[in-house]
């Protein structure tokens, strides 16, 4: 594979950081992850925006122009040949003496690389469902800033695995956050509820498409907490994320959503989402 480090493409056993690099003493750095679907970039100018916003949070210098950062992810994607799968981009404070305030004369650490996953939009996961545990939301207080710091989602979803399912839900004062790696949603009586945006979630690109065609086709649409409770009695439960889309959720701590079977509006909005995505991909 052919990675681009510091405006440089690198084979990937050249491509070289510092062990003084800040993402790698302080998870002090920014990522963002852009899914490829036939060659093309789903929501490109949605995840730039929100890097500049992440990186504006934390006072960090954006390295690449929005013009640039897409010319390496389309020449990445042509160099590597990826038809499907995903663009990891990673912007960190850099290289400097080890102290905990910022250092001023860093230069940012900038790196990028793709993974294929062949077929990642006819996924036969969404055909089935994945089942998901609560667990406690343990992680820090600015979860909209799109940090590297993933050690607790890591642990939610080790968590999940040993409990036989496939992701958790993270729950704070008694109100479901997010997952672990995606926004959660919960359909009752044909409206669509999802946690609204503020410091304890990730802003979702996928997140703002999703609630955007939801609303076109005349669904109504909540955005406001819920409890693992309301989300067991819900008709049909689901997540989003860049590269999972819109995935079914069928069951929540052992409870069954709905029928137990994917639902109605999810497959929809999956359906939606792919073809909307495609037309308007980059
Ligand atoms: N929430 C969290 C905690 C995430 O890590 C992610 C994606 O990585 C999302 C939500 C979904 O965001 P997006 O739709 O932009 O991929």
């Not at 290289?95 to 036969?124: C, H, M, N, W």
């Amino acid at each position: 594979r052919t990675v681009y480090l510091n405006g440089e493409y690198l084979p990937e056993e050249e491509a070289k950081v510092s062990v003084f690099d800040r993402g790698f003493l302080f998870a002090d750095g920014v990522y963002e992850v852009t899914t490829v679907l036939d060659g093309k970039l789903i929501d490109f100018d949605g995840h730039a925006m929100r890097l500049s916003r992440s990186l504006n949070e934390l006072e960090m210098k954006n390295p690449i122009s929005k013009e640039d950062l897409l010319e390496v992810h389309r020449e990445l994607v042509a160099r590597n040949g990826i038809e499907d799968g995903l663009i990891y981009l990673q912007v960190t404070r850099g290289a400097a003496d080890r102290d905990f305030a910022y250092p001023k004369d860093a230069e940012p650490t900038i790196v990028l690389f793709t993974q294929a996953k062949p077929g990642l939009s006819t996924s036969p996961q969404a055909e089935v469902g994945i089942k998901v545990i609560g667990i406690e939301d343990q992680r820090w207080g600015r979860r909209d800033i799109k940090t590297v710091q993933l050690l607790y989602p890591s642990m939610g979803k080790m968590m999940a695995k040993a409990a036989g399912c496939d992701d958790a839900w993270l729950v704070e004062d008694g109100f479901v956050t997010e997952g672990t790696s995606n926004n959660a949603y919960i359909v009752k009586d044909g409206v669509l509820i999802t946690r609204h945006l503020g410091h304890e979630i990730l802003h979702g690109i996928t997140r703002a498409a999703v609630l955007r065609f939801a609303r076109e086709a005349q669904m109504k649409v909540e955005e406001r907490p819920f409890t693992l409770k309301e989300a067991q009695g819900a008709d049909e439960a689901f997540i989003t994320s860049a590269s999972t889309f819109v995935m079914p959720v069928v069951e929540i701590d052992g409870a069954a959503i709905g029928t137990g079977k994917p639902g109605a509006v999810a497959a929809r909005l999956r359906e939606i989402y792919l073809e909307e995505s495609r037309k308007a991909a980059v």
